[in-house]
């Protein structure tokens, strides 16, 4: 006889049994109208549930990217691009009071109307900053359970930028009952399951009230190749990997690249707003480095491969504490050696001289004397190689899709069985 599904309860609602399970999913971008790897863990993840044979709806913002189009990518039909942002053009505008109450009785209309026609078991919510954080509360006040997964700090930035929240924040304990009354609902943070994606990003978040104490980490991973290449030779040339923010740090690598001389040309891979490229730009012509940088703007994930092999070392100069570094790790899986500053935040617990080199945020100095030191050092090189794939090959992508999807579908079978 065989052994029951322990996650298989009477009325058919298991784990083993997912017929007419229903899941909306709501962030403020998803792909390919997106600006990072938080929207492509999420469709991973929504990728997962339908394999699952899940009745999936995504619910995202109007926003657009200018070169989406051009990507080759096929909208899937469950994807609805109807909510609206207080983010618009990398900014958060100005706006008047009645501005405020149209966006939130918008999306309020959006939202209803999909629940009503969806009729969803668990709601999943992605990034949600700059978002209508009163979304989290009418989700609540509807009594459906909500999976919210957390992977950066929006939890804590998000109240600041949401004008509705911060307009209605002095009524206390009365603001829930007038925001329904003006078609909106009461701003709330992440409750109920909430996973994060990093364990001090999760600390942080804990810290300051942002998650519930109970919060679950649940460490994002990559795919790691069969197997590397063969060793290059030395070609001094540095890469840095990852969106291109005033926080990334990289105008550091700009500044160790003119330390390092001519013999050494970088290149900067990741999304940027034109203004902090043109000051990227600007940063390296006055520096004499101009000629040595390429900005080689959003990284197809086709071509990150060949992006990553085609340099020596990848380059984490971030002084920003709490965020998650997901390229940290696609470069360890494809035998990059890894330069990071000394803080919390990455996706594992990086151990200096084994899997990385890690410097003191913000110095120069120690972040051009660190590339020498690999320049000269082949041993140390393959050290980094193989440590940094052993880390890689412990954060496994779909161990995440699979942990995430899970917690989405026991949030749903909790409701069924209560």
Do not use: C, K
């Amino acid at each position: 006889m065989p052994t029951p599904d322990p996650g298989a309860v009477p009325d058919g609602t298991g784990r083993g049994d997912l017929a007419g399970l229903r899941v909306l999913a709501i962030s403020s971008l998803y792909p390919p109208h997106h600006l990072g790897g938080y929207e492509l863990l999420h469709r991973e993840v929504d990728e997962e549930l339908r394999a699952r044979g899940i009745d999936l709806r995504v619910l995202a913002t109007d926003h657009e990217e200018p070169d989406a189009r051009h990507r080759g990518s096929v909208e899937p039909p469950d994807v609805h691009r109807e909510l609206r942002s207080y983010w618009r053009d990398h900014a958060f505008p100005r706006m008047t009071p009645g501005a405020v109450l149209a966006l939130e009785r918008h999306n309020h209309r959006v939202l209803h109307r999909h629940l009503e026609e969806h009729r969803p078991d668990v709601v999943a919510f992605w990034a949600m900053g700059g978002m209508s954080l009163s979304l989290l509360g009418a989700v609540r006040t509807a009594g459906l359970p909500a999976v919210h997964v957390v992977h950066d700090r929006w939890p804590v930035f998000g109240p600041q930028f949401d004008r509705f929240a911060r307009g209605i924040r002095p009524l206390g304990p009365a603001r829930g009952a007038l925001a329904r009354r003006l078609g909106s609902d009461r701003p709330r943070r992440p409750e109920g399951t909430v996973l994060v994606t990093a364990a001090a990003l999760a600390d942080e978040l804990r810290r300051v009230r942002a998650v519930p104490a109970d919060a679950r980490v649940v460490p994002v991973g990559v795919d790691v190749p069969d197997e590397l290449p063969p060793a290059p030779l030395w070609r001094g040339r540095l890469l840095g990997l990852g969106r291109l923010d005033p926080r990334s740090g990289a105008d550091r690598v700009i500044a160790a690249a003119a330390v390092l001389g001519p013999a050494f040309r970088m290149t900067l891979a990741g999304e940027a707003e034109p203004a902090v490229a043109r000051a990227l730009r600007e940063r390296a012509d006055e520096s004499g480095v101009g000629p040595r940088l390429t900005l080689s703007g959003r990284v197809d994930p086709a071509a990150l491969r060949d992006l990553l092999e085609g340099h020596d070392v990848a380059i984490f100069p971030s002084t920003l504490p709490g965020g998650t570094g997901l390229a940290v790790l696609h470069a360890m899986a494809h035998g990059v050696p890894v330069i990071a500053a000394d803080v919390d935040g990455y996706p594992a617990a990086l151990r200096d001289g084994r899997d990385a080199l890690l410097v003191p945020p913000g110095d120069t100095d120690a972040l051009a004397a660190t590339v020498r030191r690999l320049q000269t050092d082949p041993e140390l090189r393959s050290r980094l190689r193989d440590g940094g794939r052993a880390t890689a090959l412990l954060h496994d992508a779909g161990r995440f899709r699979r942990d995430v999807a899970d917690a989405i579908v026991d949030a749903a079978h909790r409701r069924a069985g209560g």
